[in-house]
């Protein structure tokens, strides 16, 4: 059984700052690519950024140079730093994870709960 747990959400002022992160636990043999999707009221779902298990990202061009993704392996932990965060970043942050749970089983995508951004004066 694998479980992801999304935290670190909130409301903060535009301009502000928030770090997500996204612990993976349970029968974790090797976690391949990490993920964070957003989704805001009657929107679609969509990629922000993702890193591979070897460090490389990439992120949607609507926050290039504002959030940084990042993993920390040992913890089996992905974050999202946000910053000079806008009204349109609004949205329920997802984790997402492509996890391989024994040495001799396929790989399989699993989603954390959702976190709640909110970005307002």
């Known amino acids: 059984q694998v479980q992801l747990v999304d935290t670190g959400g909130g409301l903060v002022q535009p301009g502000g700052s928030l770090r997500l992160s996204c612990a993976a636990s349970?029968?974790?043999?090797?976690?391949?690519?990490m993920t964070w999707y957003r989704q805001a009221p009657g929107t679609q779902r969509e990629l922000v950024a993702v890193?591979?298990?070897?460090?490389?990202?990439r992120y949607a061009d609507s926050v290039k140079g504002r959030f940084t993704i990042s993993r920390d392996n040992a913890k089996n932990t992905v974050y999202l730093q946000m910053n000079s965060l806008k009204p349109e970043d609004t949205a329920v942050y997802y984790c997402?994870?492509?996890?391989?749970?024994?040495?001799?089983?396929?790989?399989?995508?699993?989603w954390g709960q959702g976190t709640q951004v909110t970005v307002s004066s």
């Open positions: 890193i591979t298990n070897s460090g490389s990202t």
């Open positions: 349970g029968s974790i043999f090797n976690i391949r690519t």
């Open positions: 997402n994870a492509v996890i391989q749970p024994g040495a001799t089983m396929g790989t399989y995508s699993y």
